[in-house]
């Protein structure tokens, strides 16, 4: 009786085909296990806060009140607090008196480049009921300017009447507003003599 000699040589490959694919279900269970643990740190690096209120004051006079729903605020390089739930910021003058709010469904305050952006149904109540009705607004903290790139209408109460831009730039306060390519409706006060009588 002879005993069948085996070759190595047809032996040896299925054993490295066998070993390499060990090591690709081990490698791809260690990935696995590395992405969820990056995701646990990055849901970590962030404090989520319900109902928040905030008062930003300067010398002991409150300035604005800020109200959310929710806000986040990031533990990372960018220290960002975001609102993905709306936001209500209220502006005060110096009496201590309401000068202006807006309200958008989503707002992030970029705290390195001093830059809060409010996004979707943004709207600019000010204290004489001028409304401001945009889908961007930017606060340059800097420069102490508005600006946005979205379509924008405003409703002045003051005697500007109608205005509607495809984008603009304005002072904190609203008074003084560039709005590119401008159209509207100016209503002319009763003794305005900017304007034909057209015989009265």
Known sequence: ?????????????????????????????????????????????????????????????????????EMRQY???????????GVLVIFYDDNAKESQRITSEYAILKQKQKLTEFRKNVVITMADGSVIKTEELIHDEQKKQYYGSQPISADFTDGRGQMQGTSFISDVD????????????????SNSSGFPGFGN
């Open 174 to 189: 609203f008074k003084i507003v560039d709005f590119t390519n401008a159209t509207g409706i100016i209503y002319p006060k």
């Open 75 to 85: 533990h990372d390089s960018t220290g960002n607090m975001e609102f993905k739930k």
């Open 1 to 69: 009786m002879s005993i069948p000699k085996l070759k190595i040589s047809s032996i040896l490959p299925l054993t490295i085909v066998l070993l390499g694919a060990i090591l690709s279900i081990a490698c791809e269970n260690d990935q696995k296990d590395i992405d969820r643990l990056t995701n646990i740190e990055a849901e970590e690096a962030v404090d989520i806060s319900k109902d928040v209120t905030v008062i930003y004051s300067d010398s002991a006079r409150v300035k604005a009140e800020l109200k959310a729903p």
